[in-house]
């Protein structure tokens, strides 16, 4: 009796280990496969400011894909921080933890307060070797090789909005963020990109145009909130 009782006791155990077992191992893998799947194929970007209205709005949520660093004329891309605050490794580490658990939501090396520390997402306007001036906020491009100016409208794939604000007769265009500027042309691995938002953002405008080191993916969808639902 006491031997028969001792063996269940033993395959009850044993059981109850390897349920456990399998449970540990089913949750190291979910932790393995989602970490792959926001860090290499798809993750969460929560839009903070109102950079890139109306098309983006402040506070929405957007899927970008890591995939995608060859943007073509009218893409969305995220753009890595343009400066390094030395953040300790124990800060790093922590931030892993953070960001994987809130979808990307929290991020504690984004620094709002400077300048340049954060990512931004920006439109990819134009390309290597074109050509390009603005006027009254919109941008006119000659793709290489072209002999004609066409809007940036015209050249894009995609349709897009911007907001901006018409210059008022007599205004200084050296106030503020510049509408209007010089023709120029863009030299090997310079992309010019700028925020939908034109009149109160920062961009190329300010930066000057950025290298493809710098894109850590494309935008592919805005999914948040519902009403601002559309393709990138």
Excluded at 8 to 18: A, E
Aim: overall charge neutral.
């Amino acid at each position: 009796m006491n031997r028969q009782l001792y063996e269940y006791s033993y395959t009850l155990k044993k059981q109850i280990r390897s349920r456990n077992i399998k449970i540990v191992l089913a949750f190291i893998f979910s932790i393995i496969f989602i970490s792959v799947v926001t860090h290499i194929i798809l993750f969460p970007v929560r839009q903070n400011a109102d950079s890139m209205d109306p098309d983006i709005p402040e506070k929405s949520l957007v899927f970008v894909t890591p995939l995608l660093k060859n943007p073509d004329r009218g893409d969305v891309v995220l753009l890595e921080a343009d400066i390094d605050l030395n953040i300790n490794i124990f800060k790093r580490i922590a931030n892993t933890f953070v960001t994987f658990f809130t979808a990307k939501q929290i991020n504690l090396l984004n620094d709002m307060e400077i300048p340049g520390t954060k990512e931004e997402l920006r439109r990819v306007v134009a390309l290597p070797g074109d050509a390009l001036y603005m006027k009254d906020y919109k941008l006119y491009v000659k793709p290489q090789g072209q002999k004609h100016f066409l809007t940036e409208f015209e050249l894009s794939k995609d349709t897009y909005n911007i907001t901006f604000c018409k210059s008022i007769e007599g205004w200084d265009n050296t106030i503020g963020i510049n509408g209007d500027f010089e023709e120029f042309t863009l030299g090997e691995d310079e992309y010019y990109v700028l925020s939908d938002n034109r009149f109160s953002s920062t961009d190329s405008r300010i930066w000057g145009p950025v290298s493809q080191k710098r894109f850590k993916g494309t935008a592919l969808l805005c999914y948040w909130p519902f009403k601002a639902f559309k393709g990138l």
